[in-house]
């Protein structure tokens, strides 16, 4: 299997674990973090080494962190059980210091970048490492006014260790993004602020590769723009705002694991591969 089947995969079992979770919980929030979890599975298989920092921006989509975490082993199962409970570490907002990956509490947008504006300049002035941080930001976050003070910091100071990763899924809390705040020329807007800018599809693993491992030019901060489809993976929440807020029925939660087993079937079969009867894929032993 190519890495990026492999990769594909390994999103389609975090997406599995990410529903479950809503469903037990009852809680919303699903269709922001479907649109970030291809993102996710890629930063911490791939990108993110053990000294670089996360920061996710878009707090709201903290479920998607958890699942992920969770599946590359960083997150028991005990703790994941608890996520929406009471008394939990696991709420819908990120807790500062809840996880040793969370450090920073966010969901109230604009304040993701700021902060990882400072821990990249810290590593890089009073560390003297080259330790990467990468910020997360929703359609929202490129909204708010701090959102671009940051920007400007960041390309003053030269922060060439900082990259920021676009969950552009077009929608916000209330509306299409164009229709609240339209943000066009976007990749524009971050050139105008100094960075180095890449837009890729936000679902396509070797397109994230390509952005996110070739180093922009000494000095220059590095800005994402990966287009997704909020809901991503779930036909009847993709492109729909009211899956920004709503819980799932039991009725839904069925028909959407019945579309991730039908997607893992269909991936099984392009990677040539046999579909294993407990819902994860395995090669075939030739």
Not at 174 to 181: E, H, I, M, Q, Y
Request: charged share 20%.
């Amino acid at each position: 299997m190519t890495s990026s089947l492999a990769l594909r995969a390994e999103a389609l079992a975090v997406r599995r674990r990410f529903l479950a979770m809503h469903h037990d919980a009852h809680a919303g929030h699903i269709g922001s973090g479907l649109s970030c979890i291809d993102l996710l599975v890629f930063l911490y298989r791939r990108h993110l080494s053990e000294q670089d920092v996360f920061i996710l921006s878009k707090g709201h989509g903290v479920s998607a962190l958890y699942a992920t975490l969770h599946h590359v082993g960083s997150l028991g199962e005990d703790t994941l059980a608890t996520y929406y409970k009471e008394g939990t570490l696991l709420a819908a907002h990120p807790v500062p210091g809840a996880l040793p990956q969370i450090p920073a509490a966010t969901g109230s947008l604009g304040h993701g970048l700021p902060m990882a504006c400072g821990v990249a300049l810290a590593h890089r002035t009073q560390h003297r490492s080259r330790t990467k941080c990468v910020c997360m930001l929703s359609d929202g976050d490129c909204n708010e006014g701090s959102t671009w003070e940051a920007a400007a910091f960041a390309s003053h100071h030269d922060l060439d260790n900082l990259a920021v990763v676009i969950d552009r899924n077009d929608l916000q809390g209330f509306g299409a993004s164009r229709d609240v705040l339209d943000m066009e020329p976007l990749a524009a807007k971050w050139r105008a602020f100094g960075f180095e800018v890449r837009a890729i599809d936000g679902h396509d693993f070797d397109q994230m590769a390509v952005a996110m491992s070739i180093h922009p030019p000494e000095g220059i901060p590095l800005c994402v723009i990966a287009q997704t489809k909020k809901g991503c993976g779930i036909s009847f929440m993709e492109r729909r705002l009211e899956w920004h807020y709503l819980p799932m029925t039991d009725e839904q939660y069925r028909a959407a694991v019945e579309e991730l087993d039908a997607a893992e079937r269909r991936l099984a079969y392009e990677a040539g591969a046999g579909f294993a009867t407990n819902g994860q894929l395995e090669l075939e032993r030739t």
